[in-house]
């Protein structure tokens, strides 16, 4: 690509490598935020969607890995690399004036490493409390119970505290900020409330019914998953991401699975390929039909979440049958699928095609057409292109904003190139539109199944693998479509029989991110309306 | 036809042969408020289990069907439990007010309910001003709502009550003026009298159009005054946990459940008796055989049967609607309600004047 | 009197397979025998009190969505009467615990407990709230939530299925069914107690009560309510 090379050309002090389409520049950290703002900011080809920030402990070094897309060319990715020699007193440059999407992603690298981020005006941690001791992806944390004990008192957490910051930068300087402002009315919205979406903790500073502030708390379902991984074999590990978004359990699978079968340069049968695609549509479908049940219940409509639910049993079923699990299907391995699709898995998709089809129209008399429905969600929670881009709102909740990024299209993985399918765009922004695409997927969804359900080739479900499997050195990265977004894998292997670095890319941890941009000035019953319509889970944003 | 007040005259004689002026009185008190007392309970109970029974049917459920046959104890074992359970002492409340809330919203509700006649006769008290006593008590239950909301301590519940006060008191405005199109076209307020003069057409039809909008009006705005979906903000489940009675456990919580449920049988009760013809059965002029057949079935059942007709079209709405926004709900009833209610009763003048 | 067998309506009795915990107790009844008009006033409330269990909308991970399914029409545990969860804990008498507990949510669980009316109720259900599940080698993990509240059914499965769950909820219908009300000295615990010994749990009620709650900072409710 001519104008990539013409970009990298702007970089002197960059060194580059190419594998693949992902381009690795290599900075020093000094040079980070120039390097970082010449990628956003040139005409050439912008690269506006920071995809994610994997924090690396190399052992001798601590490092950043910060992945690019353009949204202009989204085939294309760019990883930024910096590392610092400094243990102690870790400090890089923050590029939150860059990418909206790098708040929170900094904050994990904080969290999680210790790395200090010069010019974020919030240096909180992010999962773990305030008081806890030590950095837990650290190579050297000491992860024994006596050094942090399970707590028996809340944390304490001031509603007017001053944000720490690191700020050492004088051509940046930033003025430390008060969460709240003494005289603000904040209400806690979680982390135990109904309407979260799991156990996410929003703070919410309210004048009379207006939302004037949020400030989203994670971690109170953060489990460890990158550590853990550290320390589990490669097929150990897959069970763990169904466990992260479990709604849309085997699309994450899946992801893991790419990524190690790139890194073991195994070829995955067809008819496992096939298998894995009608799978994680159907799974999409399950996700789609309960994150529509419960945008509803949100809006104070149960009626139309155990509608939801009851044709969600349907999909329970086929995968149950088949898989074995109900809702943690455990399905893909590495080199293919667990085991042969049960005999009556095509004639009982088959019949649930049309039955689908069916109710999704009830679904839509229900409740697309309510007066009150229509109401509470046209003209609210409006996001721009620019925005979900900047703040790395993938999936559907982008799709709505009209950002082309379906992982599906752009990088077609399993079969997803030889069926016909379209991408939904729509351009509105608005509720309604994140609303209605996730129906209108449900029914594209069903036309890729039934394209491919009759389809099944003949042959081995999964390639033959050893019985240990060691992923040679270097970094694999891969990403799906997940329900909610771009879920990406990162594993940074060093030949060993167990990763030295997982790194699973949320999609849902920069849609709160968008709950806080897009509520400020709704009413209380928007921002739970919005989050419904966001479709977050909370414990893939804690991992 | 049956006629319920031969049964307490007789009573009432029967007690005068035995006893004194004052102790007859007194016996009759304690009579009519332990069978009040009894049949709100009771109601309010069955209500419930209605309730449970018609949201399960909308939502292609069983709903309670194990205790009892039918599921029908179900409720009762609900009321045992709530009984027993611990009743807990807040600290930082303000434990008087917050102890007084309760007990308002469920003595306003049964002292509107005291006052709706069930048949003719059995009528606790008969106003000349029925239908303004009716209005005036029952909307004194939001002030026990407001004190709930405020002498907890909790900002959910504050919210809830903030919303509630404006909700309550909003569309109070559209039911007095749906029922004052009533009494324009009955000329008074004697509920008894509105009931009587229904005995050849209920005033749904009587009253042509202006009547049939008074009576849509009249259900909005009421269901609105019960706080039951797509009205329930003040206790909006996804949002403020249990709005206003968030920090209320035990009996003292039954109060609030039942005074709900009661609330919403009272909205339909008094929507049958202003529109439907309380307990008169069903009358065309004209059709004699009809109207007899008609009074063969007791003024209770007609009664009831109307009510719940009612009731079944509020559990209707409450399971198929989304809930609204508060500035949506005020502006319904502001911007719409209201408006029209006005322009109602200048019809209805009219109607009457013609 | 005889103490009756266990009896639940919505289950034969031999269909439950793990007894041996409620039969010991049973005969442990049996040897002291009870007063008839007790007893017969036990039975109606523990009727009441086993028909009528409301639970705590309260999950944090994969648990919670079977516990929808629980609601939703297919497996319906309206049915027995337990389908009106109640979202404040102050009206809640059972806590489903589903889900993996976190070091940061532990407090936030215990307070949650602490808040609900007696009688009160915790099931377990899933591995990660019996023991740490598949997260047991994390450092962020609580192993089991009865390290923190005492737990009465445990039901395993990662997540368990609905009908596990009715099992579940069963087992603890039949347990509350041998609850004593009116003889409550002779009670055995019923519950597995967590570590904590009475004094010091007392005390963490207190506490709990003085702090208020996160939901009611009383400092920002006299500022938000003179506004």
């Known amino acids: 690509m001519n104008i990539l090379e013409n970009l990298l050309a702007l970089l002197p002090f960059a060194t580059v490598e190419q594998k693949e389409n992902i381009f690795t520049l290599t900075v020093s950290k000094e040079k980070l935020y120039e390097t970082a703002s010449i990628l956003k900011k040139n005409e050439l080809v912008s690269f506006d969607f920071l995809c994610d920030i994997i924090g690396m402990d190399y052992g001798d070094s601590l490092g950043l890995i910060y992945r690019l897309n353009s949204s202009a060319y989204p085939a294309y990715t760019l990883t930024l690399k910096t590392s610092t020699e400094e243990r102690e007193n870790p400090r890089i440059d923050s590029v939150i004036d860059l990418w909206d999407s790098a708040d929170l992603y900094e904050r994990e690298a904080h969290d999680f490493l210790g790395i200090a981020f010069t010019g974020n005006p919030d240096m909180r941690r992010l999962f773990l409390r305030q008081d806890w001791k030590g950095y837990p992806l650290r190579k050297d944390y000491d992860a024994s119970p006596e050094v942090n004990p399970i707590p028996m008192e809340n944390e304490k957490i001031e509603d007017m505290e001053t944000l720490p910051i690191i700020d050492l930068n004088p051509d940046r300087k930033i003025e430390p900020e008060k969460l709240f402002e003494a005289g603000e009315y904040v209400v806690n919205f979680g982390p135990q409330h109904p309407a979260t979406h799991g156990v996410l903790h929003l703070r919410v500073a309210l004048d009379g019914e207006i939302i004037m502030k949020i400030d989203p708390n994670f971690g109170y379902i953060h489990r460890g998953i990158e550590k853990m991984c550290e320390a589990y074999t490669y097929p150990q590990m897959l069970h763990l991401t169904d466990r992260m978004d479990y709604v849309s359990g085997p699309i994450n699978r899946h992801g893991l699975c790419l990524a190690i079968e790139k890194g073991l340069e195994l070829e995955v049968p067809e008819r496992a390929q096939y298998i894995r695609t009608i799978i994680d549509e159907l799974s999409r479908v399950a996700s789609h039909l309960l994150g529509w049940g419960c945008m509803a219940m949100d809006m104070g409509s149960i009626t139309a979440f155990v509608y939801g639910m009851r044709d969600r049993e349907k999909i329970m079923d086929i995968i149950e049958e088949t898989c074995g699990g109900r809702l943690m299907a455990n399905y893909n391995v590495i080199g293919g699928v667990m085991a042969d699709i049960h005999p009556d898995f095509q004639k009982k998709v088959k019949e649930f095609i049309p039955y689908m089809r069916k109710m999704l129209k009830e679904h839509h008399l229900l409740f697309t057409g309510n007066p009150i429905a229509r109401g509470r969600m046209d003209g609210v929670g409006y996001l721009s292109k620019e925005k979900a881009i900047s703040l790395g709102a993938t999936g559907p909740t982008g799709r709505a904003s009209g950002w082309h990024n379906d992982i599906r299209k752009i990088e077609p993985y399993a079969v997803y190139g030889k069926v016909a399918f379209e991408e939904m765009l729509r351009e509105g922004g608005m509720t309604f539109d994140r609303y209605i695409i996730r129906l209108d997927e449900i029914k594209e969804s069903l036309h890729i199944i039934e394209q491919l359900i009759d389809n099944i080739p003949e042959g081995a479900y999964a390639a033959k693998t050893k019985a240990v499997i060691k992923v040679p050195e270097g970094e694999y990265f891969s990403r799906v479509e997940n329900a909610r977004g771009e879920f990406g894998v990162y594993i940074n292997s060093r030949g060993d029989k167990y990763p030295y670095r997982v790194k699973f890319r949320s999609p849902s941890m920069t849609l709160v991110n968008t709950l806080k941009a897009i509520a400020v000035g709704t009413k209380v019953a928007d921002l739970i309306m919005l989050g419904g319509s966001l479709d977050y889970v909370v414990p893939c944003i804690d991992r | ?354 | 009197m005889e103490v009756k067998d266990i009896f639940i309506r919505n289950m034969k009795t031999e269909d439950f397979n793990e007894n041996e915990y409620l039969d010991e107790y049973l005969k442990e009844l049996r040897a002291n025998g009870v007063n008839i008009v007790i007893s017969k006033l036990d039975d109606l409330i523990n009727w009441g009190r086993s028909n009528s269990v409301w639970p705590l909308t309260f999950a944090t991970s994969c648990c919670g969505i079977e516990f929808m399914c629980l609601g939703a029409a297919r497996y319906d545990f309206a049915r027995f009467g337990w389908e009106v969860t109640r979202n404040s804990p102050r009206q809640a008498d059972v806590v489903f615990c589903c889900g993996t507990i976190v070091h940061k949510m532990a407090p936030v669980l215990k307070r949650l407990y602490d808040q609900m009316a007696e009688p009160k109720y915790v099931m377990a259900f899933g591995s990660c709230a019996i023991g740490g599940g598949p997260f047991k080698k994390s450092y962020h993990t609580v192993m089991g939530v009865d390290q923190i509240i005492p737990v009465d059914v445990y039901v395993p499965g990662c997540p368990p299925r609905p009908d596990a769950m009715i099992y579940g909820m069963m087992q603890l219908a039949r347990k509350i069914k041998l609850q004593e009300f009116f003889s409550l000295p002779k009670q055995p615990e019923l519950s597995r107690h967590c570590g904590t010994d009475p004094q010091s749990a007392e005390k963490e009620i207190n506490n709990v009560q003085e702090v208020a709650d996160q939901a009611h900072n009383d400092k920002n409710i006299e500022k938000g309510g003179s506004e």
Request: charged content about 10%; hydrophobic content about 55%; some cysteine.
């Open chain 2, 1 to 354: 036809m049956f006629q319920f007040s031969v049964v307490t005259q007789w009573i009432d004689e029967f007690l005068r042969s035995y006893l004194s002026e004052g102790w007859t009185l007194l016996v009759e008190f304690v009579l009519i408020a332990l069978l009040v007392l009894t049949a709100y309970a009771v109601l309010a109970l069955l209500l419930i289990y209605i309730e449970r029974k018609v949201c399960a049917f909308f939502q292609c459920r069983i709903g309670p069907n194990r205790v009892g046959p039918f599921g029908i104890l179900q409720s009762v074992a609900d009321m045992v439990k709530i009984l027993l359970k611990e009743i807990i002492r807040i600290n930082k409340v303000d434990s008087f007010l917050f102890t007084l809330a309760c007990f308002l919203v469920i003595i306003a509700s049964l002292c509107t309910f005291g006052a709706l006649p069930f048949d003719g006769g059995l009528h606790v008290i008969d106003f000349n001003i029925g239908v303004f006593y009716l209005l005036a008590v029952s909307s004194l239950g939001v002030v026990g709502i407001l004190l709930a909301g405020w002498s907890s301590n909790n900002k959910y519940t504050m919210i809830g009550a903030m919303r509630s006060g404006a909700q309550l008191i909003s569309y109070e405005l559209s039911c007095g003026l749906s029922l004052l199109s009533i009494v324009i076209l009955s000329g008074t307020m004697q509920l008894s009298q509105i009931v009587e003069q229904q005995s050849d057409l209920w005033f749904i039809f009587k009253g042509h159009v202006p009547a049939f909008i008074a009576f849509v009006i009249y259900l909005i705005a009421g269901h609105a005054e019960t706080n039951r979906g797509p009205f329930d903000l003040p206790e909006a489940e996804s949002e403020l946990t249990a709005g206003y009675h968030t920090e209320y456990s035990g009996i003292q919580f039954g109060f609030f459940y039942l005074a709900e449920y009661l609330n919403m049988f009272i909205i339909a009760a008094i929507a049958a008796t202003m529109f439907l013809g309380g307990w008169m059965p069903f009358h065309v002029p004209g059709w004699e055989s009809f109207n007899g057949i008609m009074d063969y079935i007791p003024p209770v059942i007609w009664f009831f049967g109307k009510t719940f007709f009612c009731v079944f079209l509020a559990l209707w709405v409450r399971w198929a609607f989304p809930r609204l926004r508060i500035d949506q709900l005020l502006a319904l009833e502001w911007k719409i309600l209201l408006p029209i209610g006005l322009i109602n009763i200048i019809l209805m003048t009219l109607l009457v004047i013609l």
